[in-house]
């Protein structure tokens, strides 16, 4: 495989091959309805997170969907924008902004998450329930692994 000839390192390369196609495949199924209604993932992780969670800084919506400080503000202005999400400074600290779901998104993402819910899972019905508790299983154990090693050991410098 291109001069490479580990074993180890070719099994990595083709799963790692074979998870971003699986995630692209189920990414691209879900996000059909999500195009029509004009959001992204990322714009319904926001919501769906404040929906769950209740109303968060930047930084910590930042977090829960993984995205940068940078992005969320943009999420977020664009979410606001389109009256589903609104700023509200925290009385007892006025530095802090939360954002909060408007009446509008709070309607629309109760109303969207259960069908988005339901996409995910036809999306994901090429696996019976074990294989899915064992997909969800390896995937947490690959997460977990790949956050430490790249906390004890940084990726070798590009040439």
């Given at each position: 495989m291109y001069g490479v000839t580990d074993p180890a390192?070719?099994?990595?390369?083709?799963?790692?091959?074979?998870?971003?196609?699986?995630s692209r495949a189920v990414a691209s199924?879900?996000?059909?309805?999500?195009?029509?209604?004009?959001?992204?993932?990322?714009?319904?992780?926001?919501?769906?997170?404040?929906?769950?969670?209740?109303?968060?800084?930047?930084?910590?919506?930042?977090?829960k969907v993984l995205t940068s400080a940078g992005n969320m503000t943009d999420l977020v202005d664009k979410l606001e924008a389109r009256?589903?999400?609104?700023?509200?400074?925290?009385?007892?600290?006025?530095?802090?902004?939360r954002v909060e779901l408007t009446a509008a998104g709070r309607a629309m993402i109760e109303e969207l998450f259960p069908?988005?819910?339901?996409?995910?899972?036809?999306?994901?019905?090429g696996l019976n329930a074990p294989e899915l508790d064992q997909?969800?299983?390896?995937?947490?154990?690959?997460?977990?692994?790949?956050?430490?090693?790249?906390a004890e050991r940084p990726l070798a410098e590009y040439p």
């Amino acid at each position: 495989m291109y001069g490479v000839t580990d074993p180890a390192v070719v099994a990595a390369v083709r799963s790692y091959v074979k998870l971003l196609r699986a995630s692209r495949a189920v990414a691209s199924r879900v996000e059909v309805r999500l195009h029509a209604l004009g959001l992204t993932l990322t714009q319904l992780g926001v919501l769906e997170v404040i929906l769950h969670k209740g109303p968060m800084t930047h930084r910590d919506l930042g977090r829960k969907v993984l995205t940068s400080a940078g992005n969320m503000t943009d999420l977020v202005d664009k979410l606001e924008a389109r009256g589903l999400v609104l700023r509200v400074r925290a009385a007892d600290d006025r530095r802090q902004v939360r954002v909060e779901l408007t009446a509008a998104g709070r309607a629309m993402i109760e109303e969207l998450f259960p069908l988005h819910a339901g996409d995910i899972a036809q999306a994901m019905a090429g696996l019976n329930a074990p294989e899915l508790d064992q997909l969800g299983d390896l995937l947490r154990k690959l997460g977990m692994a790949a956050a430490q090693a790249g906390a004890e050991r940084p990726l070798a410098e590009y040439p």
